[in-house]
């Protein structure tokens, strides 16, 4: 296959290939095939995100961001970068990996795609300084703004799933933990909490990385207890919080603004102390006795009816709570709660999740 701008030319009877290029010349157009392929690049993905912020998430303003940044790049491609194009010649069209004929869920195609147009207004940044300096300056920063549309897109994602979110699953050890809340997935599940006060870490960190892949490949959030560390390194939606663990302020610079940080609260104070440390949300209870809680008494239904009236973040009702009592704490305001064992030591995950949900969204308008 012939190179871009070589052509034939027979003398006495001999073919031979000339490029009527010079050195310099030459260097000239393969960076012009470099940023051809990297405007192109960059204006899919961010296109693709534009669709989800459009239909996905009817956000007008990040749907617009997109928008703008991709007029903004089109206006970088000339002619003449589009003239040195040699789709035939460019041996990356043949070039594939597994992990693109694929995607575990609209998780997975966004961060790809955000990947994608940073990468390639990190090559634009660089190779465009050899076209034209003012093109190295403009990608730079519209790489700055691609990092936090990501923030807030992901954020804002995770925040929106998490309002939808009515029935909170925080597990417990269990030799069938992952059938089991495969099974509540299964069942409608949006919302798991991964809690295991005992087990190695090298246990928790595999238990994790599993239960963290099996929410997103079904669409939910996933959040681990207590572990910062472990949330990172797993990539969950976020952490819970107990009162005696670390302040939400300083969760909140190792997580950043795009996770959600829950914490739990047992009376009036603690709740407004959460709230006004930023966390997203709050469990409100132990509701009921429970053994997930020792020595904690029950607040009862009055600390329900409390939080009704008085949380400006969405709370979860938990403690105790089951199919058979869950409509009084519906009865006494709650529009979203959270179970242990409930689920856990359901014979039919599946359908006491169903149950749980068609419960809950009776009272929803």
């Not at 693709?48 to 991709?70: D, V, Y």
């Not at 050890?173 to 099974?183: C, Q, S």
């Not at 207590?226 to 300083?250: C, S």
């Amino acid at each position: 296959m012939k190179q871009a701008g070589w052509y034939d030319k027979s003398t006495n009877g001999i073919v031979v290939m000339v490029n009527p290029y010079s050195q310099k010349e030459q260097i000239q157009q393969v960076i012009y095939r470099i940023l051809d392929a990297n405007l192109d690049r960059a204006r899919e993905g961010l296109r693709i995100l534009e669709e989800w912020c459009r239909f996905g998430l009817n956000n007008s303003q990040m749907a617009n961001e997109c928008k703008q940044l991709r007029q903004e790049i089109a206006a970088w491609h000339s002619v003449e970068l589009r003239a040195a194009r040699d789709t035939q010649g460019d041996i990356g069209t043949e070039l594939s990996h597994p992990h693109e004929e694929e995607r575990s869920g609209i998780k997975a195609l966004l961060l790809a795609n955000f990947c994608r147009v940073q990468e390639a207004l990190r090559v634009l940044e660089e190779y465009g300084k050899l076209y034209n300096s003012d093109m190295g300056k403009a990608c730079k920063q519209m790489r700055y703004r691609v990092y936090t549309l990501e923030t807030n897109l992901m954020g804002y994602e995770r925040h929106q799933l998490l309002l939808r979110s009515h029935l909170y699953f925080v597990t417990s050890p269990a030799e069938n933990l992952l059938v089991t809340v495969e099974a509540a997935l299964k069942g409608g599940l949006t919302l798991v909490q991964y809690r295991d006060k005992d087990a190695l870490d090298s246990l928790r960190l595999e238990n994790a990385k599993q239960l963290c892949q099996l929410c997103h490949h079904y669409g939910a959030l996933f959040v681990i207890n207590d572990r910062v560390d472990l949330a990172l390194a797993v990539d969950a939606d976020g952490v819970h919080l107990g009162q005696e663990d670390m302040p939400i302020a300083t969760a909140r610079k190792l997580l950043g603004p795009q996770r959600l940080i829950g914490r739990s609260t047992t009376n009036s104070d603690e709740m407004q102390r959460a709230i006004a440390e930023g966390a997203d949300y709050i469990g409100v209870g132990p509701v009921y006795d429970t053994p997930t809680k020792e020595g904690k008494a029950a607040t009862g239904l009055e600390y329900v009816r409390y939080a009704v009236t008085n949380s400006s973040v969405p709370w979860f009702a938990i403690g105790g709570i089951d199919t058979t009592n869950i409509n009084d704490v519906i009865d006494a305001g709650a529009s979203r709660v959270a179970v242990v064992r409930s689920l856990m030591q359901a014979e039919q995950p599946t359908l006491v999740t169903q149950y749980l949900i068609s419960q809950l969204h009776r009272i929803q308008p």
